[in-house]
């Protein structure tokens, strides 16, 4: 493979069309303000890089990014890629990854509105991802100790599996399909609505008017709190090793809870309620 080290690309597509290529303390950067550096390429390694400029790495077959940064300035920094490693860096841009497959984040720092869109076999170890509109439409995604924050977060995802992680977001897994998250702390409000088939598994719970409209919901030995108007209109077997707020017109299926403050079945419901809800030991 060519070397190129502690060289500095200003122009537009400098690098484009390379093959087997490993560039080292490289700075993309310049009153030039050039785009897409490295564009339409195969096999790259980028080691220890600052990315400024818009569009560096786009349709690329083989890509490995370890430590350097991608800053606001670095836009829509991967599109349309295939096979990726990105490791102990800094993602700042916006759009940061988009309709990439093959994806692998370690220790990645991530703070990049829309990341991660219309991706498929995404793994993430380690790290932290802010992001306002995260992973929308992405498909085969597993993360283990991630840190996320943000809003809006796995719409529409398919095929998700998060373990030892801590989610911080509102209207998470609206419309995810197939999804299972375990030991894992999620805490936002309006969770999970209109999911399908949304597993979690030994997970601590907050806020309000989760799990509204969802089919096949199972929570097992899940904690929650200041959980209230929780599963309405939903299909569920929920085992809840603490108490929960307030229940409102479960659909169909089991909740079983340390607790239940309140049980609220209204006479306008659109749905039949045919859950059976019961407090532990009573």
């Not at 989610?167 to 999804?179: C, E, G, M, R, S």
Request: charged letters at 30%; hydrophobic letters at 35%; aromatic letters at 10%.
């Amino acid at each position: 493979m060519n070397v190129i080290e502690n060289k500095r690309f200003g122009c537009e597509r400098d690098l484009y069309g390379s093959r087997g290529l490993i560039v080292k303390n490289c700075r993309f950067e310049g009153p030039e303000d050039g785009e897409s550096a490295l564009k339409e390429s195969r096999d790259i390694i980028a080691e220890n890089c600052y990315m400024d400029l818009r569009y560096p790495f786009w349709h690329i077959d083989g890509i490995k990014i370890s430590g350097g940064e991608m800053t606001k300035n670095c836009r829509a920094a991967l599109w349309y890629d295939r096979g990726v490693e990105i490791v102990g860096c800094k993602m700042n841009g916006i759009k940061a990854l988009r309709e990439c497959s093959d994806i692998f984040l370690n220790e990645v720092e991530a703070d990049s509105p829309e990341f991660g869109w219309k991706c498929r076999g995404i793994r993430i170890s380690g790290g932290s991802i802010s992001s306002e509109y995260a992973f929308l439409e992405s498909e085969n995604i597993r993360a283990d100790k991630m840190k996320f924050a943000g809003k809006y977060s796995f719409q529409y995802t398919k095929n998700v599996n998060i373990a030892n992680s801590e989610l911080n977001t509102k209207d998470a897994f609206w419309h995810a399909k197939n999804v299972t998250v375990t030991d894992s702390v999620l805490n936002g409000e309006y969770l999970a609505w209109y999911s399908d088939r949304l597993t979690l598994i030994r997970c601590h719970i907050k806020g309000t008017q989760p799990f509204c409209y969802c089919r096949r919901l199972t929570l097992i030995d899940c904690t929650m709190e200041d959980c209230d108007l929780a599963f309405e209109y939903s299909d569920v077997k929920a085992d809840i090793r603490s108490e929960v707020l307030s229940v409102k017109n479960p659909h169909k299926g089991r909740i079983v809870a340390d607790k239940i403050g309140e049980i609220i079945l209204t006479d306008n419901s659109v749905y039949p309620v045919k859950a059976k809800i019961e407090e532990r030991n009573k």
